[in-house]
């Protein structure tokens, strides 16, 4: 999926179609515009992740990181998340292939930690 230019080991972003939308990812599957995000979008994300079905334990996280990143400009530090959402961090972790920050963080559009300032 991701695309690398030959030699430079520089990744170029991955354009995916969802419908007739369009939608720009980093090679690392993150939403480049945390705008491109919609909930049937981050079902499809999820089904290709393992996740068959999100429960409500799912949109609960999903939805509080969106909406903290909405409000802040930024991802939630962990005692932050798991007090917004009632969670132990385990029970966070193991509720997402790729636990908080390449599950729930990559499924709510947020954007990749390693390009956050």
């Excluded at 939608?23 to 945390?34: L, Q, T």
């Excluded at 509080?64 to 932050?80: Q, V």
């Excluded at 009632?86 to 908080?100: H, K, Q, S, T, V």
């Amino acid at each position: 999926m991701p695309t690398q230019h030959e030699g430079t080991g520089d990744y170029q972003p991955v354009v995916r179609s969802f419908g007739q939308r369009e939608v720009v990812f980093d090679s690392e599957g993150f939403f480049n515009d945390f705008n491109d995000w919609t909930e049937e979008i981050c079902t499809c994300l999820a089904a290709e992740a393992g996740l068959g079905h999100l429960d409500d334990r799912h949109w609960l996280v999903i939805r509080y990181l969106r909406e903290y990143y909405g409000a802040n400009g930024r991802a939630p530090l962990n005692n932050a998340l798991r007090k917004g959402t009632g969670m132990a961090l385990l029970d966070l972790e193991a509720l997402f292939p790729g636990g908080i920050r390449d599950g729930a963080r990559r499924l709510a559009g947020l954007p990749n930690p390693k390009t956050c300032s």
